[in-house]
């Protein structure tokens, strides 16, 4: 195994076998945080890790400590969004082919790093922004059962998207909104994104 796999492993027993706690979130970081070098930060490892795997509950784990009890600032933040950016593309394709219910979770989850931490979005450049807009507008194009009951977590993520529309600014986010919410196909999504340009402009 290799370090980042024991390292892994090792998270993954921790949240198993303990009762979820600050303390226990702060144990995971100092074990992190050990792992981190110039060249590379392992929380990043570990989310690369997960989603080459597909192991996309180990994954969600990942990105709940991620969301817990990372410092976004600096240099990083480009760093992790484009990492977000990139498990996203790699999620979608797992859940058009596959359709695992854990991935919504795992779109809620980013989504809401996304929504806490507007920095991730406005320190990107164009490049970068492009290719998490891209993301979005395939998520937008997913059909799901209007029973929110059982789709929870995607309607939860897509609500998120909706809210982070304007931090690409305002010209941008109002594209967003028009392109791709007011002609989708749930009402109660249409309704979001309507109050969210009402909101912002």
Not at 69 to 83: H, L, M, P, R, V
Not at 121 to 128: G, P, R
């Amino acid at each position: 195994m290799t370090e980042i796999q024991i390292l892994n492993s090792k998270i993954q027993r921790l949240l198993e076998y303990n009762v979820y706690s600050m303390e226990l979130i702060e144990k995971i970081e100092m074990e992190i945080n050990a792992f981190n070098t110039n060249e590379s930060l392992a929380i990043l490892d570990l989310i690369k890790l997960n989603i080459k795997n597909e192991d996309i509950k180990s994954l969600n784990s990942i990105l709940g400590v991620l969301y817990s009890t990372y410092n976004f600032d600096g240099k990083i933040e480009q760093k992790i969004s484009a990492k977000l950016t990139e498990t996203l593309a790699e999620l979608t394709r797992l859940y058009c082919e596959f359709g695992n219910p854990n991935i919504e979770s795992s779109y809620y989850l980013i989504f809401d790093i996304f929504f806490h931490n507007p920095g991730l979005i406005q320190e990107s450049d164009y490049k970068m922004e492009n290719s998490l807009i891209n993301e979005i507008k395939k998520i937008s194009e997913i059909k799901y059962s209007l029973d929110r009951c059982s789709d929870g977590d995607l309607l939860i993520a897509l609500q998120k998207i909706i809210d982070i529309s304007f931090y690409f600014g305002d010209e941008l986010g109002k594209e967003l909104l028009e392109t791709n919410f007011l002609n989708h196909f749930d009402k109660f999504i249409v309704e979001c994104a309507k109050n969210e340009l009402k909101t912002n402009l």
